[in-house]
């Protein structure tokens, strides 16, 4: 299994209060990325990076950022966290070489009351 | 564009029953095609993946799926499904000509397996 980690992996947080999401990586890989998942959703993509301090925009990415200042380590923070923001976060990791295969965290499940 | 189809979001079979869940694709080129399971409160693990060659690809779990060019579908298919395999499956492509090395993933479809 790719080593990925992901913490906290539950969370119980108030509307405005901000919180930070870590995904940590073991395998040196160059992508990163943060996916929501709710139900009649599927997957979508927050943010990603390719590269230390390297990052962009997903599909899903207002009221999002993120930070990497180092290659293991991929942080999502929520400014002010919104009763829409509950879902289940996922941190991926590619090496770009195997035409785009990702590996997935175990998720965290954010609950904003 | 690339997009990803799968027309079933759930599907019920008896234990024992073969299983196949359907994707659909549309790529500009030679496509590159994953299928990952989600198990309840887990993340999602590669299933089994087709870059070229052979059309029916063997994954993990005793699942296989075939490449049809012609239909433009990457099926799943399993012949007898077990009650651990009740879960989440999503079927997914490389986004193109954008850096990042995104996949597009379907909508995912969900497995229920009956005793």
């Known amino acids: 299994d790719a080593g990925i980690t992901q913490s906290p992996r539950h969370k119980v947080t108030e509307t405005g209060t901000p919180v930070t999401l870590r995904c940590h990586q073991t395998?040196?890989?160059?992508?990163m990325y943060w996916y929501r998942q709710d139900p009649g959703h599927g997957l979508r993509l927050i943010h990603y990076s390719y590269g230390v301090k390297d990052t962009d925009k997903g599909e899903v990415s207002d009221g999002y950022s993120v930070s990497r200042s180092k290659t293991e380590d991929f942080l999502l923070t929520l400014e002010s966290a919104t009763s829409s923001q509950t879902s289940v976060y996922f941190c991926a990791i590619s090496d770009g070489l195997e035409y785009n295969e990702q590996f997935f965290g175990p998720g965290t499940r954010l609950t904003v009351l | 564009a690339q997009s990803v189809t799968q027309p079933d979001i759930h599907i019920t079979v008896s234990e024992g029953a073969s299983l196949e869940l359907r994707c659909n694709y549309s790529y500009g080129a030679t496509p590159y095609l994953f299928w990952y399971v989600q198990s309840p409160g887990q993340g999602l693990q590669l299933l089994l993946k087709y870059f070229s060659g052979d059309t029916l690809v063997q994954g993990i779990k005793g699942f296989e799926a075939e490449f049809k060019r012609s239909q433009s579908s990457f099926n799943l298919r399993k012949p007898s499904v077990h009650w651990s395999d009740a879960a989440e499956y999503f079927c997914?492509?490389?986004?193109?000509?954008?850096?990042?090395?995104?996949?597009?993933f379907g909508q995912g479809t969900e497995l229920s397996v009956k005793p």
């Open positions: 395998e040196n890989h160059r992508y």
């Open positions: 997914a492509v490389p986004e193109l000509d954008t850096q990042g090395g995104k996949l597009i």
